[in-house]
């Protein structure tokens, strides 16, 4: 069971390093267009993967509490959003097609501040593939090895468009393409981290599970909602990101069921 879990916590880790390789084998930065594409499948696989892998399976183990099974899931869902929210105020970071900082003020360069930004994203996907990898191991969570699997490679798939996201960009701002794989790899180191913390929280935690399910998915969400939809819809043929969230939500969903 430990090696299942060590695989699936490092999993969505391999899926940002392939990505980051891409720019070793293209020459140019992505397209806007493809950028807008990628973002949008990787807001479609969060949301579907925030919905059908962790909100029903923490009210599913609510059930004993009857009509007020929603409590943990909403107080978990609000306790993730204001997690991110508080993250995203007291972290500097720059996301790749905004040149306007967010956070407080700071004087960590720009490449710094590119790594912060999609390592904030995968905190809560971390947390996510390890609470669920933890609900696993106690057994008590109707959590399915093969449930388990589907979120680590729906997170896995949508990591890759965000190492080549952030590996691509550095390397056209004049970085050498080892460093900037190096640093898209480095994005993507925080989830495998904060998965085994959250592994071991929920472990010694094990009615904490519901609350902690809906605690990733709303942090999940906040990315989602405040930072991947206004990008996937920015300038002309937003309709490229729409088309691309549909194809994403649809793989999760499916992988959620096939697997699950």
């Known amino acids: 069971m430990l090696k299942t879990v ?3 916590l490092l999993i969505p880790f391999i899926g940002t390093s392939a990505g980051a390789a891409c720019v070793f084998f293209l020459k140019k930065d992505l397209k806007e267009s493809i950028q807008r594409a990628l973002t949008g499948f990787a807001a479609g696989v969060m949301v579907a ?3 059908w892998s962790l909100i029903v399976p923490a009210i599913e183990q609510s059930e004993g509490m009857g009509s007020f099974a929603f409590v943990p899931a909403f107080i978990g869902f609000w306790a993730g959003i204001l997690f991110l929210l508080l993250l995203d105020h007291i972290i500097p970071h720059l996301h790749v097609r905004i040149n306007q900082t967010e956070g407080p003020k700071s004087k960590l360069t720009r490449t710094v501040m590119l790594v912060l930004a999609v ?18 191991m106690s057994g008590s969570a109707n959590i399915t090895a093969g449930g388990a699997l589907a979120l ?15 590996s691509m ?6 970085k050498s393409k080892p460093k900037s794989f190096i640093l898209g790899v480095l994005s993507g180191a925080v989830e495998p981290v904060f998965g085994a913390l959250t592994v071991l929280i929920a472990g010694l935690v094990v009615p904490a599970m519901p609350y902690l399910l809906s605690f990733a998915a709303g942090a999940m969400l906040y990315v989602v909602v405040e930072e991947l939809i206004p990008e996937m819809s920015q300038g002309k043929h937003s309709n490229i990101g729409v088309i691309s969230f549909a194809i994403g939500f649809s793989l999760m969903m499916a992988l959620d069921v096939a697997l699950g």
């Not at 905190?123 to 609900?135: D, L, N, Q, R, S």
């Not at 680590?152 to 952030?166: M, R």
């Open 169 to 174: 960009p550095l390397y056209s701002e004049g």
């Open 6 to 8: 060590i695989i699936g």
């Open 119 to 136: 390592t904030l994203h995968n905190i809560p996907e971390g947390m996510a593939v390890g609470v669920v990898y933890a609900g696993l």
């Open 49 to 51: 993967a925030s919905i």
């Open 152 to 166: 680590a490679l729906g997170i896995a798939i949508q990591n890759f468009p965000e190492g080549a996201i952030i």
